[in-house]
């Protein structure tokens, strides 16, 4: 059965939604915000693969894996972040991470 592109991007569309409430909800905590991001991110990736079984063309897919790719190095290197920050702070809140010095 195939899905009709209209309900793909319905969903792509409710799904970035979701990640956009998320990440303006919760913009205090640095997890809830990387979740946020990634729902988004999957959200674009949806709308690409089902562009791409739309059309026949295989650029939707190998956007999404560059995006996979992209989204992968970002989640490890903003979770090591946040665990860093965690041990020295005891805190995940956004704000108390505002005044950084080197």
Same mark, same amino acid.
């Not at 569309?13 to 303006?24: D, K």
């Not at 709308?47 to 791409?52: E, L, N, P």
């Not at 996979?68 to 005891?90: G, I, P």
């Given at each position: 059965?195939?899905?009709? @592109? ?9 799904? @970035? ?10 913009? !205090? ?7 946020? %991001? ?6 674009? !990736?949806?709308? @690409? ?17 560059? %995006? ?35």
């Amino acid at each position: 059965m195939i899905v009709p @592109f209209e309900h793909v991007l319905i969903l792509a569309g409710i799904l @970035f939604a979701l990640g956009l409430v998320c990440v303006l909800v919760w913009r !205090m905590n640095l997890i809830m915000l990387l979740i946020g %991001i990634e729902v988004m991110l999957n959200a674009a !990736m949806l709308a @690409f693969v089902g562009g791409a079984a739309r059309w026949g063309m295989a650029d939707g897919q190998v956007f999404s894996l560059v %995006i996979m790719a992209l989204t992968s190095a970002e989640v490890s290197l903003a979770l090591a972040m946040v665990v860093y920050l965690h041990r020295r702070k005891r805190t995940v809140d956004a704000d108390e991470f505002s005044e950084l010095k080197g």
